[in-house]
């Protein structure tokens, strides 16, 4: 495993549309296993590929309950709201206030290509919907409500 360059805010990969992961090989095992240990390193709760300068639709999260991995996620069911602080590795020193789907089920596949839905409540549907945007292209700084000093 090794730890992988975070890109930042103003670099144009951030901004792009992630493509599907097709191939579920050793070259994604390692791009999984790296992107957590990077975002452990970081004090992250989750990461997605193009943070790591990756166009995949490839994303890693634990909020203190495990490592998650998410392959071709996509939010099939939401309910609730939640106001609450959010950060991004990618915009470093930079918080502000979110407002997010309380409850969360993703479906997406494994490491291995297999498929699986995941619900999440607070703190893990924000990083659901917090991740899964940067697959489209999208910061959390265009939901910001108002900055956080």
């Known amino acids: 495993m090794a730890i992988r360059e975070i890109r930042e805010k103003g670099d144009e990969i951030l901004y792009?549309?992630?493509?599907?992961?097709?191939?579920?090989?050793?070259?994604?095992?390692?791009l999984l296993d790296?992107?957590?240990?990077?975002?452990?390193s970081r004090d992250g709760v989750g990461l997605a590929a193009p943070q790591v300068g990756i166009l995949k639709r490839a994303v890693v999260i634990d909020v203190g309950d495990g490592k998650i991995e998410l392959i071709?996620?996509?939010?099939?069911?939401?309910s609730g709201e939640q106001t609450g602080s959010e950060g991004c590795l990618s915009v470093p020193g930079?918080?502000?206030?979110?407002?997010?789907?309380?409850?969360?089920t993703v479906k997406a596949q494994d490491r291995?290509?297999?498929w699986?839905?995941?619900?999440g409540k607070e703190l893990l549907a924000r990083?659901?919907?917090?991740?899964i945007e940067h697959l489209d292209g999208k910061l959390f700084l265009d939901r910001v409500i108002r900055f956080i000093d």
């Not at 792009?16 to 390692?30: G, N, P, Q, R, T």
């Not at 790296?34 to 452990?40: H, L, R």
């Not at 930079?94 to 409850?103: A, I, K, L, S, Y």
Request: glycine share 4%.
């Open 127 to 131: 990083a659901f919907c917090h991740e």
């Open 112 to 114: 291995d290509g297999k």
């Open 34 to 40: 790296d992107m957590y240990e990077t975002m452990q």
């Open 94 to 104: 930079v918080f502000g206030e979110v407002t997010r789907p309380n409850v969360v």
């Open 72 to 78: 071709n996620p996509e939010i099939v069911e939401e």
């Open 16 to 30: 792009k549309k992630c493509k599907a992961v097709v191939k579920f090989d050793e070259k994604l095992h390692i």
């Open 116 to 119: 699986f839905k995941i619900t």
